[in-house]
């Protein structure tokens, strides 16, 4: 059974900078499509950018677009999501979720890049507070 845990939320000025980490333990990871997941208070959950297995294709939604970037490695079981200027909306719990469907890659649903509800397993989730 997979299991995601996520690291390197925190506290930041707008316009700087923050890296998440998702670690995978358990078997699974390397054919799960992986997407970071933002849930702002008060908000739905919002796919924010997502991976195929293989690591070969990406979406982003457009409000990120440019400024962070996915990656991932599965000879460690590992994934990330760079943030650069990042803004106060961006204040977010960010989650690391993995598609259950082995090498299944849905990108974007009825226009939606990484759709929440796409994503079965998800990880506790990290802080990220943006604000002067």
């Known amino acids: 059974q997979l299991q995601l845990a996520e690291s390197g939320g925190g506290l930041v000025q707008p316009g700087r900078s923050l890296n998440l980490s998702c670690v995978g333990s358990g078997s699974g990871f390397y054919y799960s499509t992986i997407g970071w997941i933002r849930q702002a208070p008060g908000r739905e959950p919002e796919g924010v950018a997502c991976?195929?297995?293989?690591?070969?294709?990406?979406d982003y939604t457009d409000s990120v677009k440019g400024r962070f970037t996915v990656s991932r490695n599965n000879a460690e079981n590992m994934a990330y999501l760079q943030m650069i200027d990042l803004k106060s909306e961006d204040t977010a719990v960010y989650y690391c979720?993995?598609?259950?469907?082995?090498?299944?890659?849905?990108?974007?649903?009825?226009?939606?890049?990484?759709?929440?509800?796409?994503?079965?397993?998800w990880g506790r989730g990290t802080q990220a507070t943006v604000s002067s």
């Open positions: 991976i195929s297995p293989n690591g070969l294709s990406t």
């Open positions: 979720a993995a598609d259950q469907v082995p090498m299944r890659w849905v990108g974007r649903q009825y226009g939606r890049p990484c759709p929440a509800s796409v994503f079965g397993l």
